[in-house]
């Protein structure tokens, strides 16, 4: 057995069966060990899409997503989503092919520092040197991603490292490196609160279950980040809505007042908190992003078992204040987020994946998640494409319909998935929202520099005979009344739906 049959071996064993990649002269090795065991391989027509389908098989489940290219072209096409991956925590294992160890260093074809170029897109890039530090680094990187979430993981497998049949294999054992001794201060805190507040982020989502019994028991208050929408249904009237800078006068009003702030599993973002307040508790497993007077480095489980709460009685107050959304032209004749309020009604309680746009914002805004992992999009990259290939990776991971929504711009970022769709006959149904233009940079143009819109009218192709060039059906609606009758109708993918829309400006953050 050699190290590329072990590797394959290893992800079996840990129950990592799907993976996302294109094979290619230096990773082939790893394709010859897969072709014969039960890993299913999810080929894409390109690599920016298979790391992003990973990116949405992770983010859809909790699970490890798995991306898997050649050397340095295949490498270097997964970096956008890698970067994307890095920035919003999400665990991807990325393994990629190289040139033999003799080459390192050299202008041989295909050879480039890969190591160097993912160091600051992962939380760690390894470079195995033989078969031994290969099984090492498979094992720790499986481990870490699975224990402590913290973003990409990329290992650089040279071919004649993979082709290696001596070395040896051990199993690990890890201890969690946490720092918990701030808890008695941040216990006092809580102690001494007569308004306290949770924000829950992507962190929190394993925890979703006791923390929304705890808050109902204590009636303690909730809101949330982006990535952590779900958490605690947004029907649960101590959901506050979104904090930040999406907030609700709510949200805004309950930040500002209370005396113990929980931010558990959040990155404390500018997106997220306007400022660091004195009395902000903060959980996180990833040290390098704790802020404020209480960090706590470690599991919000094991900080949710750990902390004495008390009840509180603030709610009554909070429950004065606007909790609502104000968004206009919701019954307008063709808006973007007329139509998008419809297909979210249409879908309640379906995944649904958007992209990069000015309709981020507003399926944000409208959609209503009753639980986690309801809504995949990229919040602090926020790459064009995204959604297509995340929603492929989505639909893999959980054998659900999947919903997407994306504008004409950056649906052709990644429009080639739509042969992986086709070849995989994946129950995703894709909505374009086609205004023929980049609207954001248009209403910036506009709204901020005081110009004429300036290369931002896209010519665009017919986009129904385009499904059907890849073999999906696809209609064409303009009017509302044409969009509710398809959305009455039994949909199944894979199907496009494009939307012709007019061209809209999104409300700004104050």
């Known amino acids: 057995m050699n190290v590329a049959a072990k590797m394959v071996e290893i992800l079996i064993e840990e129950d990592i069966i799907?993976?996302?990649g294109i094979p290619g002269e230096q990773i082939m090795p790893l394709y010859e060990a897969m072709s014969k065991s039960g890993i299913n391989h999810i080929l894409t027509k390109h690599e920016q899409g298979a790391a992003t389908a990973a990116d949405g098989y992770s983010r859809s489940t909790g699970k490890i997503g798995v991306c898997i290219t050649t050397a340095s072209p295949g490498a270097l096409n997964t970096a956008m989503?890698?970067?994307t991956a890095f920035k919003d925590n999400v665990p991807l294992?990325?393994?990629?092919?190289?040139n033999e160890l003799k080459y390192r260093g050299s202008d041989h074809f295909q050879t480039t520092p890969q190591l160097e170029m993912f160091r600051h897109i992962t939380r760690a890039s390894y470079n195995p040197l033989n078969g031994t530090e290969a099984m090492y680094m498979?094992?720790?990187?499986?481990?870490?991603?699975k224990n402590f979430p913290k973003g990409p993981i990329h290992i650089n497998l040279p071919k004649d490292v993979l082709l290696q049949e001596e070395f040896?294999?051990?199993?690990?054992?890890?201890?969690?490196?946490?720092?918990m001794s701030n808890m008695a201060r941040a216990q006092e805190r809580i102690d001494n609160a007569e308004r306290p507040l949770f924000i829950l982020g992507a962190g929190a989502i394993s925890e979703a279950q006791n923390i929304e019994r705890i808050a109902n028991e204590y009636q303690i208050p909730v809101t949330t980040t982006f990535h952590g929408k779900g958490a605690v249904p947004d029907d649960n009237p101590l959901n506050l809505g979104l904090c930040g800078i999406r907030d609700t006068e709510r949200a805004k009003y309950a930040f500002e007042n209370s005396d113990c702030i929980m931010g558990l599993g959040i990155k404390a973002s500018e997106r997220t908190l306007p400022e660091i307040p004195d009395n902000f508790i903060h959980v996180n497993i990833n040290k390098d992003v704790l802020v404020?007077?209480?960090?706590?480095?470690?599991?919000?489980?094991?900080?949710i078992a750990q902390a004495k709460f008390k009840p509180a009685d603030w709610m009554d107050e909070l429950s004065e204040i606007?909790?609502?959304?104000h968004i206009e032209g919701l019954d307008d004749d063709l808006k973007p987020q007329a139509a998008i309020k419809r297909i979210l009604e249409r879908f309640p309680d379906n995944i649904i994946a958007s992209d990069a746009g000015s309709h981020t914002t507003w399926t944000t805004l409208l959609k209503k998640s009753q639980k986690p992992r309801q809504l995949l999009f990229s919040g602090a990259m926020a790459p064009m494409g995204y959604g297509l290939p995340a929603a492929i990776g989505a639909s893999i991971a959980t054998g659900e319909k999947v919903i997407v929504i994306n504008g004409d711009g950056d649906f052709q970022m990644n429009l080639q998935e739509l042969a992986t769709l086709k070849q995989q006959d994946l129950d995703v149904i894709v909505f374009i929202l086609n205004n023929s233009e980049f609207g954001i940079i248009r209403q910036w143009q506009e709204s901020f520099y005081d110009m004429e819109p300036y290369q931002i009218h896209l010519?665009?192709?017919?986009?129904?005979?385009?499904?059907?060039?890849?073999g999906i059906d696809g209609v064409r609606v303009d009017n509302i009344d044409d969009l509710e009758l398809i959305l009455d109708k039994d949909l199944i993918g894979p199907l496009v739906v494009e939307v012709i829309v007019e061209s809209e400006d999104i409300p700004l953050p104050p």
């Open 18 to 20: 799907d993976v996302f």
């Open 81 to 83: 989503p890698l970067a």
């Open 93 to 98: 294992l990325l393994l990629t092919g190289d």
């Open 138 to 145: 498979l094992r720790a990187s499986i481990y870490e991603l």
């Open 168 to 179: 040896d294999d051990f199993d690990l054992c890890y201890l969690c490196e946490d720092d």
């Open 292 to 303: 404020g007077d209480y960090p706590i480095h470690g599991k919000v489980s094991d900080f």
């Open 322 to 325: 606007d909790g609502s959304y």
């Open 459 to 470: 010519e665009n192709p017919d986009f129904v005979k385009l499904a059907s060039s890849y």
